[in-house]
């Protein structure tokens, strides 16, 4: 867990300045997720204090990263940034956690562990949910995906190549480089279900 951990740091670290670099090029959306100024704190800390106190289980972190990814799909013009990617941390893993798990704690909780006031929390819960169109539900396909391709990275350390990242914008491109496609995924799984049953 402290590879994924630190591997996802890594990756986020990554992508935040590259879109820091890229916001004097392409003009980005100033949301309720944005600080005023860039938390002193670093990501890796940041995620170790949520994994610490948040005691979710391990999948919510992998489907935290697929809600990530399914956010800055929907919402193009609010790139992950060194302003905005504590708290879009701290509520997809506290999304992921009452999607997931059967116990999770209160809003008022991960608002203390993500150091934000609870009000604060509630908002960011709410545009996150908007922001990806309440699409929560992750197959069972798209879990095994998503976790494959991040042992695949973690396997080839150092750290991902951030413009194979589905969360990484190019200059070039204003569209997101998807590392996989679900809908194709989900295609490949009706094919091979079609051949076993011919």
């Known amino acids: 867990m402290s590879k994924l951990i630190t591997f996802l740091s890594s990756l986020l670290q990554k992508v935040a300045e590259s879109n820091d670099v890229n916001r ?3 003009p980005q959306k100033i949301s309720v997720f944005h600080g005023l100024t860039i938390p002193t704190i670093s990501i890796q800390s940041y995620l170790e204090r949520i994994f610490k106190y948040a005691n979710c289980s391990p999948s919510c972190f992998v489907v935290a990263y697929v809600y990530l ?4 799909q929907h919402q193009p013009s609010l790139p992950i940034n060194s302003f905005n990617v ?3 941390l701290i509520t997809s893993v506290m999304v992921a956690a009452k999607f997931l798990d059967d116990m999770y704690y209160n809003n008022a909780y991960y608002a203390k562990v993500g150091g934000i006031s609870t009000t604060e929390m509630n908002f960011l819960e709410v545009d996150f949910l908007f922001g990806m169109s309440f699409h929560l539900n992750v197959t069972p396909n798209t879990f095994h995906t998503y ?3 991040l042992q695949r990275e973690m396997i080839l350390q150092p750290p991902v190549n951030v413009a194979e990242s ?3 914008r190019t200059a070039r491109s204003p569209k997101l480089q998807l590392c996989f496609n679900e809908e194709e995924s989900t295609q490949q799984q009706q094919q091979q279900k079609q051949q076993l049953a011919v």
């Not at 990814?69 to 800055?72: A, E, L, N, S, V």
Request: aromatic letters at 24%.
């Open 24 to 26: 004097r090029f392409h």
């Open 69 to 72: 990814d399914r956010f800055t």
């Open 86 to 88: 504590h708290r879009l």
């Open 147 to 149: 976790c494959s391709y």
């Open 166 to 168: 589905s969360l990484y």
